[in-house]
């Protein structure tokens, strides 16, 4: 009886450990997967003169996901301050978008979720401004401040960075990076039920560790 237990026992754990490198494998691709759902990384650089820079951001989503990046904030070049190295220093520069394959590939579903975003957020309680003079004053800035990013797709952004006598040293800084202005937390509820009511099959992705260490200008 002994030895029928014993053998029984030594069967499993043979299986056991037949199988734990499969289980593990699987483990590593499922976190190496999700580490890696959005790759945002600067597919191309390019100087025009000492105050203007043209960045092509390349935008990928590995996943078998829909993703939606809220930014409503925008694109700037941006560089540690030396004092404390958690905060941004004096000197940002903005960027305009001059093409966008986001806004090429808009369809009347999304702008017209678009438009509910905006007018259920931002110019909720403006009683000054408009929406309408904020399309018409740029467009493609609109059109891409919600990135729709299908799964397994690639959309690229052009962007120009225009620097002055104040922000100039910002473009040859080692550690100046571009910044992507994820939106606002308390927004995101907003979106998520907007998402659901006009059946949209898309997630919001606000993780900002997607930005640290693809964007940097100078490196």
Do not use: W
Not at 6 to 14: G, K, P, T, V
Not at 190 to 209: A, P, T, V
């Amino acid at each position: 009886m002994y030895m029928i237990k014993s053998s029984i026992y030594q069967l499993r754990l043979s299986k056991l450990i037949l199988f734990l490198p499969l289980l593990l494998n699987c483990s590593s691709n499922e976190k190496s997967e999700d580490k890696n759902n959005i790759m945002i990384k600067i597919e191309k650089k390019e100087m025009l003169d000492d105050n203007n820079l043209i960045i092509t951001l390349s935008f990928k989503n590995n996943s078998n996901k829909n993703y939606v990046i809220p930014n409503y904030l925008g694109y700037y070049i941006v560089h540690i301050m030396q004092e404390n190295i958690q905060y941004d220093a004096p000197g940002k520069i903005g960027g305009k978008i001059i093409a966008s394959e986001f806004s090429n590939n808009l369809d009347d579903k999304h702008l017209k979720l678009l438009n509910l975003y905006y007018v259920n957020t931002f110019y909720k309680d403006d009683k000054c401004n408009k929406l309408s003079d904020f399309i018409s004053f740029n467009e493609l800035t609109y059109t891409s401040s919600l990135l729709f990013l299908p799964y397994n797709t690639h959309r690229k952004i052009i962007i120009v960075f225009n620097a002055n006598y104040y922000n100039k040293n910002t473009l040859n800084n080692k550690s100046s990076r571009i910044s992507l202005g994820l939106d606002f937390p308390k927004n995101f509820k907003i979106l998520d039920s907007l998402l659901k009511k006009e059946k949209i099959n898309y997630s919001i992705y606000d993780k900002s560790s997607i930005l640290k260490d693809t964007l940097f200008i100078n490196k």
